[in-house]
T-cell receptor, first 117, second 112 residues
């Protein structure tokens, strides 16, 4: 079974600074997807960024980028130029690539990010 | 993009009654939907996988008779909490989609 670990229960960052959230996972599969989801106080889960395991290039979405190290099974999220609206719980998640719509997501425990003005 | 609508957003019910939560895929057909439960400041816990036209697959420890799931069409899955008790009070979320799943806005259930 796959597992996802987020070792930082809480992180804080000053507005406009950069912060990196850590995530490691364990799997025996070679083809999978990794995600970072954001859950603000409204509790709506929002997809931040996605990485396909077969792609060597790290995914980037505006101020959000990942450092995907497949051999090390590490998938960290970097948030640049942090904004107050980035404050949220962030979840790292894993999904097998065996099916396009039937494979479950395995979530990490979450990291609560605080952005200080 | 894929949109998932979940209703109601909040519900308060009396102990012993049943509550139905709906999850709809608005712009795509979802053969599979997922139901999660989340306690405050905790991660999402998968309760069951809902499959259109067949029985749901429940995770270990989830009571099938308490949490009834019906996925009668390609755009609608429902979760019914039967004979609800205060310990069933929680935040319930559904999701569906492709590759990166889309989540409903969640339902906060309070049983009094």
């Amino acid at each position: 079974a796959q597992t996802v670990t987020q070792s930082q229960p809480e992180m804080s960052v000053q507005e406009a600074e950069t912060v990196t959230l850590s995530c490691t996972y364990d799997t025996s599969e070679s083809d999978y997807y990794l995600f970072w989801y954001k859950q603000p106080p409204s509790r709506q889960m929002i997809l931040v960024i996605r990485q396909e395991a077969y792609k060597q290039q790290n995914a980037t979405e505006n101020r959000f980028s990942v450092n995907f190290q497949k051999a090390a099974k590490s998938f960290s999220l970097k948030i640049s130029d942090s904004q107050l609206g980035d404050a949220a719980m962030y979840f790292c998640a894993y999904r097998s690539a065996r099916e396009t719509s039937g494979s479950r997501l395995t979530f990490g425990e979450g990291t609560q990010l605080t952005v200080n003005p | 993009g894929a949109v998932v609508s979940q209703h109601p957003s909040r519900v308060i019910c009396k102990s012993g009654t049943s509550v139905k939560i709906e999850c709809r895929s608005l712009d795509f057909q979802a053969t599979t939907m997922f139901w999660y439960r989340q306690f405050p400041k905790q991660s999402l816990m998968l309760m069951a996988t809902s499959n259109e036209g067949s029985k749901a697959t429940y995770e270990q420890g989830v009571e099938k008779d308490k949490f009834l799931i019906n996925h009668a069409s390609l755009t609608l899955s429902t979760l019914t909490v039967t004979s609800a008790h205060p310990e069933d009070s929680s935040f319930y979320i559904c999701s569906a989609g492709f590759y990166g799943y889309t989540f409903g806005s969640g339902t906060r259930l309070t049983v009094v």
